[in-house]
């Protein structure tokens, strides 16, 4: 069960490129151990946020709070220990073609640890084991499948121990069992180590099987018209976008 306490405190952002504005002066929250979902048609600005909520992007207005502490206002060290607190997995996976495996994961190790090579390729290989690749930490992901690419990108993710994981489309490209099998490995990464999610997705099945929480963004009012569990939105919202999107209905 997640506790009261957010670990995420998103206060009056305002999101702008030049002189256009994407989103204004949205707020939530995200609370520790759930699986918090950002949603919404194309354009709304679900990436843009997301690039704000990983200090991509500095807001126009507003703050970005981790644990408590700004993100954006943050300098030096201090920036460094926020941003060890995260972890990012992106759409493509992001993994250097390069690279096996144990290699991609262990950049994070090398950059932000002092561990010893042996110490960093152990942790490797067992972020690897964690998300069920343990026998293929020395394939390049030129030699796996789509969805075993998408768990190598989460192993690294997870290198630096994070409280949260943010994962942008991670089931973008899949099959429906691929899809379901990445749903799985999420919800038992969040209840066996408590990790904290936050999902930008449009994928339906995926968005009903793993969030607690979802924010729906909307494009023409630049914030956020719905916050709640996904089938209590989609069978008792009173706003006819929101009722649209989660039952698949045309305009």
Same mark, same amino acid.
């Given at each position: 069960m997640?506790?009261?306490k ?7 952002? #305002?999101?702008?490129?030049?002189s #256009?504005?994407i ?5 939530f929250?995200?609370?520790?151990g ?9 354009g709304?600005?679900?990436? #843009? ?9 500095i ?11 700004n993100?954006?206002?943050a ?5 460094q ?18 690279? #096996?495996?144990?290699?991609?994961v ?36 030129s030699?796996?499948?789509g ?11 997870m ?35 408590g ?14 099987a ?5 924010i ?5 009012t ?22 649209k ?7």
């Amino acid at each position: 069960m997640a506790e009261d306490k957010p670990i995420i405190v998103v206060e009056d952002l #305002t999101a702008a490129y030049g002189s #256009t504005v994407i989103l204004e002066k949205i707020s939530f929250s995200v609370k520790r151990g759930e699986v918090f979902v950002i949603l919404g048609g194309s354009g709304c600005g679900k990436s #843009t946020l997301l690039k704000h909520l990983i200090g991509l992007n500095i807001p126009t207005k507003g703050e970005v709070l981790i644990d408590g502490e700004n993100l954006h206002k943050a300098e030096g060290e201090a920036r460094q220990r926020i941003l060890k607190r995260f972890g990012v997995s992106y759409q493509s996976g992001a993994l250097f073609g390069s690279m #096996t495996l144990e290699e991609n994961v262990s950049l994070p190790l090398e950059e932000f640890s002092e561990l010893p090579p042996d110490a960093r390729k152990l942790l490797s290989w067992m972020k690897l084991e964690r998300v069920g690749l343990g026998e293929f930490g020395d394939h390049l992901p030129s030699e796996i499948s789509g969805g075993m690419q998408k768990r190598a990108a989460i192993a690294r993710a997870m290198a630096l121990d994070p409280d949260v994981l943010f994962l942008d489309e991670p089931s973008a490209g899949l099959d429906p069992i691929t899809s379901a099998e990445l749903d799985a490995l999420i919800l038992r990464l969040r209840d066996s180590l408590g990790m904290t999610f936050v999902i930008v997705t449009h994928e339906l099945a995926s968005i009903y099987a793993v969030a607690d929480r979802v924010i729906m963004l909307d494009k023409e009012t630049k914030g956020i018209i719905a916050e709640g569990h996904p089938e209590e939105l989609r069978d008792h919202s009173d706003n006819p976008i929101v009722r649209k999107f989660f039952l698949r209905q045309a305009e």
